[in-house]
């Protein structure tokens, strides 16, 4: 069994980075609503970032950004849709698929976007 979450998002911490990144390339603009995630939500987004970036445990590069194998021992499945469900109000401009297969030890997280969006991602989920 496959189930996949696909809504368009990323992380406002991205946007510090989108800004950087967006200047690399200028036919690029990243906007991201960092309102959209508010003070009582912050604690808990930002445990969930440090979730995921702890459960990466491969990263596979695409034309159009990367997937990671997330290890499910790290972040529970309802964990990382909740993160998906706070990253989609701040930034449009990508694009997140979760996919779940069985009952593998692993999730696939694949985060894609527009031309100039791979330095974004880069900085924040550096490969190991």
Not at 29 to 48: E, G, M, S, T, W
Not at 99 to 126: C, I, M, R, Y
């Amino acid at each position: 069994m496959t189930i996949a979450i696909t809504l368009a998002a990323l992380a406002s911490v991205f946007c510090v980075c989108a800004s950087a990144a967006a200047q690399e390339n200028a036919s690029t603009v990243f906007a991201c609503n960092l309102k959209a995630i508010n003070a009582d939500q912050r604690p808990r987004y930002h445990d969930l970032v440090k979730r995921i970036r702890e459960a990466v445990r491969d990263r596979t590069e695409m034309s159009n950004g990367y997937t990671f194998k997330l290890d499910s021992k790290t972040i529970t499945l309802s964990e990382a849709a909740e993160w998906i469900g706070m990253e989609r109000l701040c930034c449009p401009f990508l694009t997140l698929q979760l996919s779940v297969t069985g009952n593998q030890a692993h999730w696939v997280l694949a985060l894609t976007g527009p031309e100039g969006v791979k330095p974004l991602l880069d900085s924040e989920f550096p490969s190991h």
